[in-house]
């Protein structure tokens, strides 16, 4: 006869492996979801590279001019005409239906203003409610309507004049991540935040079963009574499993994507380790703080599923609140994020990434040892045996349509897990979720300067970029390697040298080229910052174009018309403040808010199967009212309140002027009634259109 197994360790991990895999549910939760976010996630990014965005092109001056400036416009990479329109209302239609992201609009008489040296005005319209893309088509529209200016400028006139005054120039060099991959930047970060989830999910469904499926006091006899060791038994299984499924994602991501990693090797497998026990911890403390499998599993959701826009992926931390920066700090995931990408984007030193690393080791100890704690205190309470699961609701059976509308509205309230998913969690939710994003746009991003002219014009230069709203000078370094070294410690996300002789040519009537040696790892960063350079760099040149006459002069008019041919306005549209919680935080509302009422009414079908609910017709249709009828309050809290609580309004609201009625029917260009000499047509007055073809996609 085989003697009895001796309780410890491998008897509490041999329990629980079975009850893995006889156990469907939590087969599907540790196995099938990982599979299938990695798939979706892998498909969704398998073009990493985002190209040929689509661009409404308005050509009202249909000249040889403007149809090759068209032209070289759509040869960016990053864009792709999709309509030739002919209007501006067409093209904010076309942006509306999400046929294209931005539009361009030549206007009239562009090639004979080009060759009277009159600087016509382009501009160009994005759709910026969708933030990344945006970047993208920014970066594309900037480019490329630059290009076409000075070929278009080139054909009719011949080459620019010599200017008496040089231009500055900034000239971006992508030091990490140079193709702008957002696979390389997202995908890294998307995989381990799918898996933190469902690990701290995995982990508090093992042990809140326990309380209600299976037995605390078999869990613990076989343990011997040692609350370490079942603790560790129990969770040992999933660990195994997790850190084959992390170990997997480097897999993906070079085998099939090409990115490749670029850190030290151990240090990462080690903080994976550290993630992966951080979160199985986590998940069982909130089981055996509330000992209540419902709702455990909705606080474990509450606190992890969140966690990536804590995590300073998304929105940068130096953009956070305060509650935003204080909650990060103690979620496993923001410190695991910071010795990944240091890591695997930036090949950092060791000692780089020791601080983050060090902060991951001290949550994942803290959260097991509470997880310990508290479970020691329950198997040490005076009465060993678990409360019973809490009863449900009961329902008097009914085949009418109230009756089911009625006995649903009892479950909803008297089981505490419904009750808190489908009424507490979308209030806590809407004031916990858009925390990290409520400062909507990053200021003052710190940048490195090497400053080798050491001249007036170089200080200029130095103090604009200090002064500017988007960047501040953090480090005035002695050389580019010693910016670099700034820009790996992360104490600045750019480097701005600024080359011997730069004020001479600038005298000479040369360009000076400023090169940016940027860090393209975090590319909500890296755009704010390029433009916000760019910005300050192209306002100092138009003042030394100026050379302190009136700006609206006829020397700096010609000075101006010498160096850039034609104007260029490129103008957001759609958020044009470039709002990041604008962006985010209305779609996740609605993710939300579905994702709640999915995981409810699933949670409610159960238990309505379970009971005599009468006729399928009447109980479908009654719970479904009753689902509405709850969840009206959320959705006039998140598509009412909130919107206009936060700053930014409901999608339904389209216009912010006053008299919108008008300004839907507003023309795009406003009309001088004096016609050209010698022309039949009327020409517009350039000191108002812009804000009048900005009101067409208002």
């Known amino acids: 006869m085989r003697p009895p197994p001796k309780p410890g360790f491998w008897l509490v991990a041999r329990r629980e492996w079975r009850w893995i895999r006889r156990h469907h549910l939590a087969l599907i939760l540790i196995f099938g979801v990982p599979l299938f976010g990695f798939a979706v996630l892998t498909a969704v990014f398998s073009h990493p590279v985002i190209r040929g965005l689509g661009v409404v092109v308005v050509d009202a001056d249909r000249s040889d001019t403007s149809r090759a400036f068209v032209e070289q416009v759509a040869a ?325 349509l109230g009756g089911a509308f009625v006995a649903e509205w009892r479950r909803v309230l008297g089981i505490r897990g419904a009750f808190m998913l489908l009424v507490v969690g979308p209030l806590v939710y809407g004031l916990y979720y858009p925390q990290p994003y409520l400062n909507q746009i990053l200021r003052k991003i710190p940048i490195a300067v090497v400053d080798n ?36 410690r992360g104490d600045a996300f750019a480097v701005v040298g600024i080359p011997p002789e730069t004020e001479r040519d600038v005298l000479k009537g040369n360009t000076a080229h400023i090169p940016i040696y940027a860090d393209a790892t975090y590319l909500f960063i890296f755009r704010s910052m390029a433009s916000g350079i760019a910005v300050a760099i192209n306002t100092l040149s138009s003042e030394l174009a100026a050379r302190g006459a009136r700006t609206d002069g006829s020397l700096v008019k010609a000075a101006l018309a010498s160096a850039s041919p034609a104007e260029i306005l490129v103008q957001p549209i759609f958020n044009p403040v470039g709002g990041y919680a604008s962006y985010i935080v209305p779609a996740a509302f609605v993710l939300i808010l579905q994702q709640m009422l999915l995981i409810g009414a699933s949670m409610l079908t159960v238990v309505a199967l379970a009971q005599s609910t009468g006729g399928a017709f009447a109980s479908v249709l009654g719970r479904g009212i009753a689902h509405l009828t709850i969840y009206l309050p959320a959705l006039a809290l998140y598509f009412i309140v909130l919107p206009r609580f936060y700053g930014f309004p409901p999608s339904a609201i389209r216009c912010n002027c006053s008299r919108s009625r008008r300004c839907s029917r507003s023309r795009p260009v406003s009309w001088d009634k004096r016609r050209a000499p010698g022309s039949n047509t009327r020409r517009p007055r350039r000191s108002s259109f812009s804000a009048r073809a900005f009101r067409s996609f208002s």
């Open 76 to 400: 960016s990479p990053n864009l792709s005409i999709v309509e030739r329109a002919g209007d501006l209302a067409s093209a904010a239609r076309a942006i509306r239906g999400g046929d294209a992201i931005a539009a361009v609009y030549v206007p009239a008489d562009f090639e004979r203003d080009l060759k009277a040296g009159r600087r016509p005005q382009v501009v160009a319209f994005y759709n910026q409610q969708f933030l990344t893309a945006a970047g993208v088509a920014l970066s594309g529209l900037s480019d490329s309507l630059a290009s076409a200016v000075d070929s278009a400028a080139s054909a009719a006139r011949g080459a620019p004049q010599a200017s008496a005054i040089g231009s500055l120039v900034a000239e971006t060099i992508v030091l990490v991540n140079p193709a702008k991959n957002y696979a390389q930047f997202l995908l890294r970060t998307l995989l381990p935040m799918v898996l933190h989830v469902v690990i701290a999910l995995a982990a508090g469904y093992a042990v809140g079963s326990e309380f209600s499926q299976r037995s605390m006091r078999t869990w613990l006899a076989c343990a011997g009574g040692n609350p370490i060791v079942a603790l560790a038994g129990k969770l040992a299984p999933l660990f195994a499993i997790f850190f084959i499924i992390m170990l997997s994602t480097p897999l993906i991501l070079e085998g099939l994507l090409g990115i490749s990693f670029k850190g030290n090797t151990p240090m990462m497998v080690v903080a994976t380790m550290l993630l992966i026990v951080g979160y199985l911890a986590l998940g069982a403390l909130m089981q055996l703080l509330v000992r209540d499998l419902a709702t455990g599993l909705g606080l474990t959701g509450l606190i992890v599923s969140p966690a990536f826009g804590y995590a300073g992926v998304g929105f940068p931390i130096l953009g956070m609140n305060a509650f935003a920066l204080f909650w990060g700090a103690i979620l496993p995931l923001r410190s695991y994020m910071a010795v990944l990408l240091g890591q695997a984007a930036r090949g950092l030193p060791l000692y780089e990434s020791a601080r983050p690393f060090a902060v991951l080791a001290a949550l994942a100890a803290l959260y097991t040892l509470l997880a310990f704690l508290r479970l020691r205190a329950i198997a040490a309470s005076t009465s060993p045996t678990v409360p019973e699961a809490e009863p449900a609701a009961t329902s008097v059976p009914s085949r009418s």
């Open 453 to 488: 002219d050491l001249s007036e014009l170089s200080r200029n230069i130095v103090q604009t970029l200090d002064a500017s709203g988007a960047v501040r000078v953090a480090v005035q370094a002695e050389t580019i390697a010693e910016g670099r070294k700034a820009l790996d």
